[in-house]
């Protein structure tokens, strides 16, 4: 069975430009998560779907990042305009359903912005 | 508020050593799950083990083994007999769900710790 599939795992820019990620999560896995993992820390959660809502997106800075996850399976995070500090690791998860089930990640994709 | 703290950053062993990593979480919840992770250095954070709070037996797999304890709120992840293939950053993680249970659609977030490296040495 594929894991969690995520897209670029590399990426670098210069700030103020736009990026976005792209997540495949593991077939018939209905709940998706992004997290960032900044250098030396944990992840944190970012946002978080059932389905194609978005049931948890507090931790989400609105004003430059959105995110979509259309037809309920791949989803994309994006980042408009992207700052110096927005440099981490940005972590796909799925699960089958919620409930703190066991969440499966990707690689993740290493954004550096120059 | 959530909070787990690993105190150990960086913890060294020689193969075959025995070795624990300590994690102290704290919640005002009655219901939450506790979680270790594994994140190797390709990167993907590979699941564990997850603990109810109403579960406080310790869990043996392999050699691994977990002890979980509510009158100190810690919940120590141990290896014995280390391999080099056990080196990666470790993470305990927090999940609360809140007093009357998980409710879907609620927030179900997953607080991690900091982490510890764990280098195992030839």
């Known amino acids: 069975e594929a894991g969690v599939v995520q897209s670029p795992r590399y990426k670098i820019i210069e700030k103020k430009q736009p990026v976005a990620f792209w997540c495949n999560p593991i077939?018939?896995?209905?709940?998706l998560y992004w997290y960032r993992q900044n250098l030396g820390q944990g992840p944190e959660l970012l946002i978080r779907?059932?389905?194609?809502?978005?049931?948890?997106d507090s931790q989400l800075p609105k004003d430059r990042f959105s995110a979509e996850r259309l037809k309920g399976v791949d989803s994309t995070l994006k980042i408009q305009p992207a700052e110096l500090g927005d440099s981490a690791v940005y972590l796909c998860?799925?699960?089958f359903g919620g409930g703190f089930g066991e969440q499966f990640f990707g690689p993740g994709t290493r954004l550096t912005v120059l | 508020a959530q909070k787990v703290t690993q105190a150990q950053t960086e913890i060294s062993v020689v193969e075959k050593e025995d070795v624990t990593l300590d994690c102290v979480y704290e919640?005002?919840?009655?219901?939450?799950?506790l979680f270790w992770y594994k994140q190797p250095p390709s990167g993907e954070l590979v699941f564990l083990i997850r603990?109810?709070?109403?579960?406080?037996q310790n869990e043996i797999s392999g050699r691994y083994s977990w002890n979980f304890q509510k009158s100190t709120s810690s919940f120590n992840f141990t290896i014995t007999a280390s391999q080099v293939v056990d080196s990666a950053v470790y993470f305990c993680?927090?999940?609360?769900?809140?007093?009357?249970?998980?409710?879907?659609?609620?927030?179900?977030?997953?607080?991690f710790g900091k982490g510890t490296k764990l280098t195992v040495n030839p």
């Open positions: 998860a799925s699960s």
């Open positions: 077939s018939g896995h209905n709940t």
């Open positions: 779907y059932e389905n194609e809502e978005a049931v948890d």
């Open positions: 919640t005002r919840d009655t219901t939450y799950y």
């Open positions: 603990r109810n709070s109403f579960d406080e």
């Open positions: 993680a927090l999940g609360e769900a809140g007093g009357s249970g998980v409710t879907q659609g609620g927030s179900e977030k997953l607080v």
